[in-house]
């Protein structure tokens, strides 16, 4: 089935430590989007992809960053990750016609 | 940027229709309201799409009145396992490159609560 995949489902970190967060998806769409979701409430868009062009929100700290090396492969770098960093990370992508298709997300705790 | 605003929770028994309304009175012309289903720990799904009047899938019915400044998710018959966050969003459908109008801002969401 085409779907989003995020791996890994669960990701532990040090304090200040860099952490890579990876999403694929085998939809063909050609816009990808990053979410972070901390515990009760809504998704905050971070960024996306329109095929290799990258619009970053206004207000994404700048420590995180997105690479999107092809249409299947889109990943998420927090350079310095600090405690207020720890949420469920989202992988998104669309398509024209459709709404946003979801991964399951990564959970990310900051030790 | 279309502001959403919805109730913060709504209790409905099993069986029943429930109808979530979400509030976007400053929607543009080229927005699209969308509705997703979030359970604990999953990645939103998408549920519904439209731009006017009513649209129907095979798991609810969006109503869309002709100003178009609210909208109304309908559940028929909910079950047990429908209990759930249910978010309205509204922004345009494809982002295109390069324009900063672009955004996509979920609000609070309806926490849905069906009891037996």
């Known amino acids: 089935d085409a779907m989003v995949i995020q791996n890994p489902r669960y990701q532990v970190t040090q304090f200040g430590k860099p952490v890579t967060l990876s999403c694929s998806q085998t939809?063909?769409?050609?816009?990808m989007y990053w979410y972070q979701q901390k515990s009760s409430q809504a998704p905050k868009l971070l960024f996306h992809?329109?095929?290799?062009?990258?619009?970053n929100e206004a207000d994404t700290p700048d420590n995180f960053q997105s690479r999107r090396p092809n249409t299947s492969f889109c990943f998420l770098d927090i350079r310095s990750p600090g405690l207020g960093d720890a949420a469920m990370y989202l992988c998104?992508?669309?398509?024209?016609?459709?709404?946003?298709?979801f991964g399951p997300g990564t959970r990310l705790t900051v030790l | 940027l279309a502001k959403t605003t919805q109730p913060i929770s709504m209790d409905s028994y099993e069986g029943q229709e429930v109808n979530i309304t979400c509030s976007h009175n400053?929607?543009?012309?080229?927005?699209?309201i969308t509705w997703y289903q979030q359970f604990p720990s999953q990645g939103p799904r998408f549920i519904i799409q439209?731009?006017?009047t009513k649209v129907t899938n095979e798991v609810a019915s969006l109503f869309i009145p002709a100003d178009r400044k609210s909208s109304t998710l309908s559940l028929p018959r909910v079950s047990l396992s429908d209990t759930a966050v249910y978010y309205c969003?509204?922004?345009?459908?494809?982002?295109?490159?390069?324009?900063?109008?672009?955004?996509?801002?979920f609000g609070k969401g309806t926490k849905l609560s069906v009891i037996p």
């Open positions: 998104a992508t669309s398509s024209p016609t459709s709404g946003q298709f």
């Open positions: 939809l063909n769409h050609n816009v």
């Open positions: 400053n929607i543009a012309t080229n927005d699209y």
């Open positions: 992809y329109y095929d290799k062009d990258f619009n």
């Open positions: 969003l509204v922004g345009d459908r494809v982002p295109y490159s390069g324009a900063g109008s672009y955004q996509l801002t």
């Open positions: 439209g731009y006017k």
